[in-house]
């Protein structure tokens, strides 16, 4: 069996053990919750992960860009929930092609939007079944939720469209300092997307799935009344940020990055051979805090440029030219997209490779 | 001949009019000044663009990583400088291997690293060319001067090494404000690498390659006496962060991201479909403000997720769900490394796709 001495620095490693404890742990937290889970697969970008997923009790899948819908397709995943607004009619086109295939669902948030997947659905015909995005309080995309009857009804009376979910996303829960505020948020959530529901009901949509997601929020739980669905992504590898925000511990973490040190050319300083082409630049949430820990040390990435990164060591710990450590991320999601391959690990051992199959799809 | 209309979005788009001006400018400013040059093609990692700087001069390529170098040798680059501190037996043989084929010269930066491709190249009964790195002010990697000469005798001392060649990167010119400072930082680049060639010469190392670089030093020229070459890279394509410390102006910017408005849910925002997956989280530099301008308009990325650009809408901009819009990126070299191509254009023509070969390149 190989070992992870054996791999060349940079190399992104999964800790399978934890992989898999987390994979079961938000499963079964969906089932005693009644919902269910659809697990938003942008984390991990790997089929085989996916289908971890789902023999744990997965629907299906969620997704942000058609493009990674297209590849999970082909690697025969039979549900997927494209959670994004996808708003032209080459790729409305593109989405009518695969749910020939696989049973679809599409986010939309504009009538715009709405009419543009709509024509595509009567030239291809069939009906496409779409999912009106509710902010709950994140303030990006997603309807304001007092407009969320009238843009609903007039989605579902478009021709070639069926309504029959809402979903929203309390992405807000990433910039809480207090557990207490992020409590909160997976109230409001549920709150938010609930009443858009029951509202719609009232109007005569047929509104039949209510999904809430986020891996912050979903510490609480799903146990609100009306929800029907989690779509919680980050649960899988965890990171330095969930750590943050009190998610998880650090045991939890699954992804690390073995680096190299490459030169330690001052006293307070190293550097390690794994920059933001490696781990990318995203800040620690809630809180800025550099751009990686040192497992196993207290000192921490404090720059990074492309292939350079730059260790603010503390005093008391030293770190040599050749020297191999371990960095955990700010965010995992981020790091898979970078990578074409990640090692499944057990302790120093590599048991299997995965290849990010969905990494950089961007359309 | 295909349009940009016909590209899913976000696309990656170089002007090549711009590019090969770019090309061209470059390689004159160097031939006017007597040096080398021998572009960092970590900026668009692409060999046709490579093969462009050829013609136009370059006496060969620099690279960060082993994995970069071998892509472009693959693509018949007979020249090629690694300019990174490489530690690894591995890769110390991964680089040996290369010797075979290409003229090849790799960075030091501390007698760890040296010793271990001393091994390798006495492992392959070849000899190695090697350069040492010195800081002339950046703080990242890079002997300090004073320590030049000893450091550089102990490196020449070993066997299966060649020192000949020095070289630096006043990275620090990316952080200033004020356009004096960049020029102190040009000549100090030059002052600094010169000074340790001649106290090497003096100890007996017989240094012949003197080798400066960086776009925003460049702009002051390379017309100092003793320097040979230049590493200049991101002066293909240039940027918003190069426009910003004054290196370009925003017409000379040849890299721009095609993106779609997929969302419009507040009247003070608008979502494109280009977040950190497409264009990175590279701050503006200077001084930061936001992460892209869309082309045509005041309005700037004011943040981004991985998938959702966030537009703080300017008063009188207005943004329509389904309208595309051109993005000029912070920073070309970290959105070459996040897509799989680039489209050539003149105007709105496609008249090429360029792969990005040596994306992702980590080790």
């Keep these: 069996m190989p070992s992870i001495h054996d791999l060349?620095?940079?190399?992104?490693?999964?800790?399978?053990?934890r992989l898999e404890a987390n994979v079961v742990r938000m499963a079964a937290r969906a089932r005693e919750a009644g919902v269910a889970l659809r697990p938003h697969a942008k984390t991990h970008k790997v089929p085989e992960i996916g289908w971890m997923q789902m023999r744990a009790g997965a629907v299906g899948l969620s997704l942000a860009k058609t493009s990674e819908a297209e590849v999970f397709a082909r690697h025969g995943f039979p549900d997927l929930f494209v959670a994004y607004p996808v708003v032209s009619p080459s790729k409305a086109d593109r989405l009518m092609a695969l749910s020939r295939r696989v049973r679809l669902c599409v986010g939309v948030d504009s009538i715009e939007g709405a009419e543009v997947l709509a024509a595509a659905a009567v030239r291809s015909g069939q009906t496409l079944r779409v999912s009106l995005k509710v902010d709950?309080?994140?303030?990006?995309?997603?309807?304001?939720?007092?407009?969320?009857?009238?843009?609903?009804s007039r989605v579902a009376a478009l021709k070639g469209l069926s309504l029959t979910s809402v979903f929203t996303h309390a992405g807000q829960a990433?910039?809480?300092?207090?557990?207490?505020?992020?409590?909160?948020?997976?109230?409001?959530?549920?709150k938010i997307v609930v009443a858009a529901a029951l509202g719609l009901r009232q109007a005569g949509v047929p509104i039949e799935t209510v999904s809430?997601?986020?891996?912050?929020?979903?510490?609480?739980?799903?146990?609100?009344?009306?929800?029907?669905?989690?779509?919680?992504?980050?649960?899988v590898y965890l990171d330095r940020t969930q750590a943050g925000l009190g998610t998880c511990s650090f045991d939890e973490c699954a992804m690390s990055i073995l680096a190299t040190v490459v030169s330690v050319s001052?006293?307070?300083?190293?550097?390690?051979?794994?920059?933001?082409?490696?781990?990318?630049?995203?800040?620690?949430?809630?809180?800025?805090?550099?751009?990686?820990?040192?497992?196993?040390?207290?000192?921490?990435l404090s720059a990074l440029s492309e292939e350079h990164g730059i260790v603010a060591v503390d005093p008391g710990d030293v770190f040599k030219?050749?020297?191999?450590?371990?960095?955990?991320?700010n965010h995992a999601c981020?790091?898979?997209?970078?990578?074409?391959?990640?090692?499944g690990v057990r302790g120093d051992r590599i048991e299997t490779v995965f290849e990010v199959a969905a990494r950089g799809c961007v359309d």
């Design 8 to 17: 060349e620095t940079p190399a992104v490693l999964i800790d399978l053990d």
């Design 136 to 152: 709950s309080g994140f303030h990006r995309v997603g309807v304001d939720p007092k407009d969320a009857v009238s843009v609903g």
């Design 174 to 190: 990433y910039h809480r300092a207090d557990p207490k505020d992020i409590e909160r948020d997976n109230e409001d959530e549920a």
């Design 212 to 235: 809430v997601g986020s891996t912050p929020t979903s510490r609480f739980g799903f146990a609100h009344k009306g929800v029907t669905e989690a779509r919680p992504g980050n649960y």
């Design 266 to 300: 001052g006293s307070d300083r190293a550097v390690l051979d794994s920059g933001s082409k490696t781990l990318a630049l995203d800040m620690l949430r809630p809180k800025p805090d550099g751009y990686g820990l040192i497992v196993g040390s207290t000192s921490r």
């Design 321 to 329: 030219v050749g020297e191999r450590v371990r960095v955990l991320p």
């Design 334 to 343: 981020v790091v898979s997209n970078l990578h074409d391959r990640v090692y």
